[in-house]
């Protein structure tokens, strides 16, 4: 069963930058499409950005669009989210999730994601 393992969260004042990593177990990591999402307080889970399987294609959500950066390091099991331009509206926690098919494109559907990590908590201040 793979891990992941969100960290990198923190407050940051609007207009800063965080970078959040997620560390995956299992051999079969660099196979896999990965995804960022986050939930605020009282809001639904929402799409950040994904990454497919070889780190060639990647999609963002419209509110992170310009601002957020996915990538992923095969060598290290990590995928990144560098977060910059932040909003106090980006506060929430970020969520790492690994896709349940191999060798598929970045997708923004949740339910195509099977493995989640525990979340790491960022908050934006105005």
């Known amino acids: 069963q793979v891990q992941l393992v969100e960290s990198g969260g923190g407050l940051v004042q609007a207009g800063g930058s965080l970078r959040l990593l997620c560390a995956a177990s299992?051999?079969?990591?660099?196979?896999?499409?990965m995804g960022w999402f986050r939930q605020a307080p009282g809001k639904e889970r929402e799409f950040v950005a994904s990454i497919n399987w070889s780190g060639g294609s990647t999609y963002y959500g419209d509110s992170v669009k310009g601002r957020f950066t996915i990538s992923r390091d095969h060598a290290k099991n990590t995928v990144y989210l560098q977060m910059s331009s932040l909003k106090p509206e980006d506060t929430g926690v970020y969520y790492c999730?690994?896709?349940?098919?191999?060798?598929?494109?970045?997708?923004?559907?949740?339910?195509?994601?099977?493995?989640w990590g525990q979340g790491t908590q960022v908050t934006v201040s105005s």
């Open positions: 999730a690994k896709s349940t098919v191999r060798f598929t494109e970045p997708t923004s559907i949740s339910s195509a994601f099977g493995s």
């Open positions: 299992g051999r079969t990591f660099s196979s896999y499409a």
